[in-house]
Antibody, heavy 120, light 109 residues
Framework: QVQLVQSGAEVKKPGASVKVSCKAS????????MHWVRQAPGQGLEWVGRINPNIIGSNYAEKFQGRVTITRDTSSGTAYLELSRLKSDDTAVYFCARGRGFNYGYLDYWGQGTLVTVSS | EIVLTQSPGTLSLSPGERATLSCRASQSVGSNFFAWYQQKPGQAPRLLIH???NRATGVPDRFSGSGSGTDFTLTISRVEPDDFAVYYCQQYGDPPPVTFGQGTKVEIK
């Protein structure tokens, strides 16, 4: 069965960087895009970006350009989200999710989420 | 980018009632690249509908999606206790990127 297992909660200071991992299993990792979506406390869903695990290619939401990097390790089937120059409003649960379908795609399997807290 | 506006913000219903959730896009969503998700507290979202009308694997047939262009609807024919949650719409058409609506909370009346 498809599973996405994310790394544990992080606490960071403003200005620092954070790197969250998402290990995929139960399907061919290189066959599907991996997306990252975040959710601030009590708020809705916000798309961060995606990576094509088969080739070196990522797309990011405009508001995160220059601060976000999504990478992958095909040998371990793991995707990574790195966010730099953290601010307090980056405090959120970050989800990885598998992309399906055409264009940017819908998200059919999700990780359990990783809480990133930014606080001085 | 395409902005999605969901209504109502909160829907108060009794079990067995019909739920109608709406999502309006700021411009036409091409080829019905449209999805709906359910999210319960402390959990990840769960895919319900993709391609505007296609139920995801394992989703009960009381959930249905309809619409095209700029107006989309999620209907729950008879709400069950397990259905009280927040529902989000998502578009994945052109122009990119992916955007979500702000959510509709379905609560027990």
């Amino acid at each position: 069965q498809v599973q996405l297992v994310q790394s544990g909660a992080e606490v960071k200071k403003p200005g620092a960087s954070v790197k969250v991992s998402c290990k995929a299993s139960g399907y061919t990792f290189t066959g599907y895009y991996m997306h990252w979506v975040r959710q601030a406390p009590g708020q809705g869903l916000e798309w961060v970006g995606r990576i094509n695990p088969n080739i070196i290619g990522s797309n990011y939401a405009e508001k995160f350009q220059g601060r976000v990097t999504i990478t992958r390790d095909t040998s371990s089937g793991t995707a990574y989200l790195e966010l730099s120059r953290l601010k307090s409003d980056d405090t959120a649960v970050y989800f990885c999710a598998r992309g399906r379908g055409f264009n940017y795609g819908y998200l059919d399997y999700w990780g359990q989420g990783t809480l990133v807290t930014v606080s001085s | 980018e395409i902005v999605l506006t969901q209504s109502p913000g909160t829907l108060s219903l009794s079990p067995g009632e019909r739920a109608t959730l709406s999502c309006r896009a700021s411009q036409s969503v091409g080829s019905n690249f449209f999805a709906w998700y359910q999210q319960k507290p402390g959990q990840a979202p769960r895919l319900l509908i993709h391609g505007a009308t296609n139920r995801a694997t394992g989703v009960p047939d009381r959930f249905s999606g309809s619409g095209s262009g700029t107006d989309f609807t999620l209907t729950i024919s008879r709400v069950e206790p397990d259905d009280f949650a927040v529902y989000y719409c998502q578009q994945y058409g052109d122009p990119p990127p992916v955007t979500f609506g702000q959510g509709t909370k379905v609560e027990i009346k």
